[in-house]
């Protein structure tokens, strides 16, 4: 009798220590539920921290502008020097820059899919663009003519120097840019100030085009088609919503680098002194 007992004793407990169906899709639907909670924190967190990385970078690009500067009678590097032939590397900054970095990756926006230019032919790879304001065009006046609707030029007749700038802890000079095939119109190795909304009250706060959506894909294709020269915008890829709140690094004249959100470039709010000369 006592073996029978104990062997039913036995059989219960095995069927009380298995789940059932019902248990199981409760346990799935608290699975489901912390999933749903967890991971855009998660992502958030991924985000920040490619955000950082980029911020981190843009101080080690900032140093490397400053030590070629010194070396060079305090004269910022040309964004496009445009009387240097295009099979020149040097007609961009990149290159130029190159020999002060640690690492070419510095280039990069953490997150992006590009990768440092290294001549003419791949300066739409890169993914952190320089102000075109710096850019040098001795055969035309382009952005020397004095016009004040100066939208689409892309060179001055001489460089600029770091002894000239004013207040340069509101001179903006590099950001976060978007990358994609040159026969598209990508440039992501510059950034143009002359091609987004016009400050009502001070030209030298007119922003450059900037946004949290690729603009060169918007802008660039139809119905627009806008050539290259009025496109070169900034790509504000953290924390992008589409809606204008996601942010990129900016590197300052004097060193120092914050974040801004594309409202905040195009909107004014950053005070940021785009057109410097």
Not at 30 to 43: D, Q, R
Not at 80 to 95: A, G
Not at 133 to 161: H, K, L, M, R, Y
Not at 237 to 258: E, Q, S, W
Request: charged letters at 20%; one cysteine or more.
């Amino acid at each position: 009798m006592l073996p029978a007992v104990y062997g039913h004793i036995q059989i219960m407990r095995k069927r009380r220590s298995a789940f059932t169906l019902i248990e199981l899709l409760v346990v799935i639907a608290i699975i489901a539920i912390l999933a749903a909670i967890l991971f855009p924190v998660f992502a958030r967190a991924k985000e920040s921290a490619k955000k950082t990385a980029c911020i981190a970078q843009a101080r080690q690009l900032s140093a490397s502008v400053q030590m070629y500067a010194s070396d060079y009678d305090e004269f910022f590097v040309w964004s496009t020097n445009y009387d240097v032939p295009t099979s020149d590397p040097s007609r961009i900054w990149s290159p130029l820059i190159q020999p002060y970095l640690k690492n070419k990756e510095i280039l990069v926006a953490p997150g992006s899919t590009g990768k440092a230019a290294e001549n003419w032919d791949t300066r739409n790879q890169q993914s952190i663009g320089y102000s075109g304001a710096t850019a040098i065009d001795t055969s035309a006046a382009g952005c020397d003519d004095g016009v004040p609707n100066q939208t689409g030029c892309e060179g001055f007749t001489s460089a600029v120097s770091f002894v000239r700038i004013e207040e340069s802890t509101r001179v903006g000079l590099f950001a976060v840019t978007p990358v994609g095939p040159m026969a598209q119109k990508y440039r992501g190795y510059v950034f143009s100030p002359y091609n987004g909304p016009e400050h009502p009250n001070d030209p030298k706060l007119s922003a450059p085009l900037a946004a949290d959506r690729d603009l060169v894909k918007e802008l660039g294709g139809p119905p627009q088609n806008l050539p290259p020269k009025l496109l070169k915008p900034i790509y504000a890829m953290y924390g992008r919503d589409g809606k204008g709140n996601g942010v990129t690094p900016i590197i300052f004249a004097d060193g120092h680098t914050k974040a801004f959100s594309a409202n905040a470039i195009t909107g004014f709010g950053s005070q940021i002194i785009w057109r410097f000369r």
